[in-house]
C-alpha cells in the first residue's frame, strides 16, 4: 500500500491484487474461485478431561482468568523453574546447542542459573564462569528472594542462598576499594552487576531477617556510592586492574538498578545515606537525562526507575515522581495489545509496535513491575490510577496465557522441567532465566497491589 499518498515511490507491503492473481495463475483457476480455508485445531483438556481445548500455535487459545489464585499459582511455577534451573553440581554435564556448544555438552559453575532453556528439544544454550550474564542472574536470585517474602516456602530461600553464595563467590575477587567491594567477571565490573546482587542481599536480609550476607550488602552499597557523581548520576563501569570508574560509559538500565538497590539497602539496614542516595539517583534520571535529545520525543527503559520511585517512599514524596512514571505508563501503555485491536488474540496484554512481531514475554513482565510501583505510588498520593490498573491486569493475563503448565506443554520434549518456564514470544519457544525473573516478579508485585495487603 502507499500511506502518503503525494509520496509514490514510498509503498509499504505486499501488492494483494497481484498475490491473487499469482494463486490464480498457479492454481490455473480464476480469482473469483479462490477460497481461503481455516483449520480448527483441538486438544484435550488435561484438568478436565473429555473437555476440548481450541489451541492456536502451540498453545490454549483462552488465557486463564486474572485471579488471585491463578496468579499466586504462576508465581510459584515461576519459582520452582528458577529453582530448577540452578547449578547444584558442576560435574554436572548438560546437553547445550547453538553458539559455543562445540561437544554437545558443557558444565559450568555451581550455583549459576541455567540461561537459555530450548522447550522443544530440552536442549541449553553453552554458558560457563567467563560466559555468563551477571546482572541476570542477580535479578533472578532477587526474584527467588521476593518470591519466599511473599510465600515463606523455604524452598525458595535455599534457592536465593545459594544463588547469592554465588555472587558473593564473584565478588571475592580483585573488584575492591577502600568501604566497598564489587561483583566482577574479568577486569571490568558493570554497575548491574553489583546493583543487582545488592538488591537481591538487601530483598534476602528483608524477606528472613538473616544477617549472614550484611557484611556483603553493606559493601556493595558502598560501590554504589562510590561510583555515584556529585549531581546523581552514576558511574556505569568500573576497571578493575586500574581501580578506577570509568567516565565515558553509559548503559541501559543500570542508573534505575542502582537507585532501586540503594533504596531497599535503606529498608534492610537503616543507612540514611542510602535512600538519600537512590533520590539524587532519580532526580537525574527523570531531570537531566531526559533533556537529552532522543528522550523529547520517546522514553527510555525506565522500569527500574519507578520501581526506586516507589521504594524511596515515605521518605520522598515526590510528585515529580509520580507524574513521571504516570507519563512512562502512557507511553508503554499505547504499546499494549488490547483487546480488539489484533486478529491474534494470543498478542492481547503484550507490547509491540506491529503485528508482524509477535511481542515478547520479558516485557510484560518488566513493565508490570514498573506499572504497580507506579499505581500503587498514585494510591499513595491519593488518586489511584485505573488506567495503570488496567494495564497490569492485561499484561498479567499475555503472561498467564504463555506461562507454561501441565495443561498447555505438550510441545515441551521435557514437560516437567519445562513447567514454569516463559517462552520469547507466541512463536519463539525458548526460554531466558531473566524472562522468567521478570514475568515472576511482576506476578508478585501484582498479587500484592491487587490482592495482598493494601
Not at 509499504?12 to 479462490?34: F, K
Not at 577486569?187 to 538487601?202: D, E, I, M, P, R
Not at 531477617?209 to 557523581?229: C, E, I, N, P, V
Not at 537507585?259 to 533520590?279: D, H, I, M, P, T
Request: aromatic share 10%; charged share 25%; proline share 4%.
Amino acid at each position: 500500500g502507499k500511506p502518503l499518498k503525494f509520496v509514490k515511490e514510498l509503498k509499504i507491503g505486499e501488492n494483494l491484487d497481484a498475490v491473487e492473481q499469482t494463486l490464480a495463475n498457479r492454481a490455473r483457476s480464476p480469482v473469483d474461485t479462490l477460497y481461503r480455508e481455516q483449520l480448527l485445531s483441538l486438544v484435550d483438556s488435561l484438568e478436565n478431561p473429555g473437555e476440548a481445548k481450541v489451541v492456536l500455535r502451540g498453545n490454549i487459545r483462552d488465557a486463564l482468568e486474572v485471579n488471585r489464585e491463578n496468579v499466586l499459582a504462576a508465581a510459584i511455577r515461576g519459582g520452582d523453574y528458577m529453582i530448577r534451573s540452578l547449578v547444584a553440581d558442576s560435574s554436572a554435564t548438560y546437553r547445550c546447542k547453538g553458539l559455543g556448544c562445540r561437544t554437545g555438552s558443557f558444565r559450568t559453575d555451581k550455583g549459576q542459573f541455567l540461561y537459555m532453556y530450548h522447550i522443544m528439544d530440552d536442549l541449553l544454550d553453552y554458558q560457563s564462569r567467563s560466559f555468563y550474564n551477571l546482572p541476570r542472574h542477580a535479578g533472578t536470585t532477587y526474584a527467588l528472594a521476593n518470591l519466599y517474602r511473599l510465600t515463606r516456602m523455604p524452598r525458595f530461600k535455599k534457592g536465593a542462598e545459594e544463588a547469592i553464595a554465588y555472587l558473593r563467590f564473584m565478588a571475592s575477587g580483585r573488584c575492591r576499594g577502600p568501604g566497598f567491594r564489587c561483583v566482577a567477571n574479568g577486569n571490568f565490573a558493570s554497575l548491574g552487576s553489583s546493583a543487582l546482587a545488592l538488591l537481591a542481599v538487601a530483598e534476602y536480609r528483608l524477606a528472613t531477617g538473616d544477617h549472614t550476607y550484611d557484611d556483603l550488602g553493606r559493601s556493595l552499597a558502598g560501590f554504589m556510592l562510590y561510583m555515584q557523581r556529585k549531581d546523581g548520576s552514576f558511574r556505569h563501569m568500573y576497571d578493575v586492574q586500574n581501580k578506577r570508574p570509568i567516565e565515558d560509559m553509559q548503559l541501559l538500565y543500570y542508573a534505575g538498578e542502582a537507585s532501586l538497590a540503594l533504596a531497599k539497602s535503606y529498608r534492610a539496614w537503616g543507612v540514611r545515606a542510602y535512600v538519600e542516595a537512590a533520590a539524587r539517583g532519580i532526580d537525574d534520571l527523570i531531570g537531566p537525562q531526559m533533556r537529552q535529545l532522543p528522550f523529547r520525543f520517546a522514553f527510555g527503559e525506565e522500569h527500574w526507575t519507578c520501581q526506586a520511585a516507589r521504594a524511596v517512599w515515605p521518605e520522598f514524596k515526590k510528585k515529580a515522581y509520580l507524574e513521571y512514571c504516570l507519563n512512562f505508563a502512557d507511553y508503554v501503555g499505547r504499546q499494549q495489545w488490547k483487546p480488539g485491536e489484533s486478529g491474534f488474540v494470543d498478542f492481547v496484554g503484550g507490547y509491540g509496535v506491529t503485528p508482524m512481531m509477535p511481542p515478547h514475554t520479558n516485557g510484560s513482565g518488566s513493565r508490570t513491575e514498573a506499572n504497580v510501583s507506579t499505581f500503587e505510588l498514585s494510591r499513595l498520593h491519593g488518586s489511584p490510577s485505573a488506567a495503570v490498573e488496567a494495564q497490569i491486569r492485561r499484561a498479567v493475563s499475555y503472561v498467564l496465557r504463555h506461562q507454561r503448565r501441565p495443561e498447555n506443554c505438550w510441545l515441551c520434549a521435557n514437560p516437567e522441567h519445562a513447567s514454569g518456564a516463559v517462552p520469547t514470544s507466541p512463536v519463539e519457544l525458548e526460554t531466558r532465566i531473566d524472562t522468567v525473573q521478570h514475568t515472576t516478579s511482576g506476578l508478585i508485585r501484582a498479587y500484592n497491589a491487587l490482592w495482598g495487603k493494601q
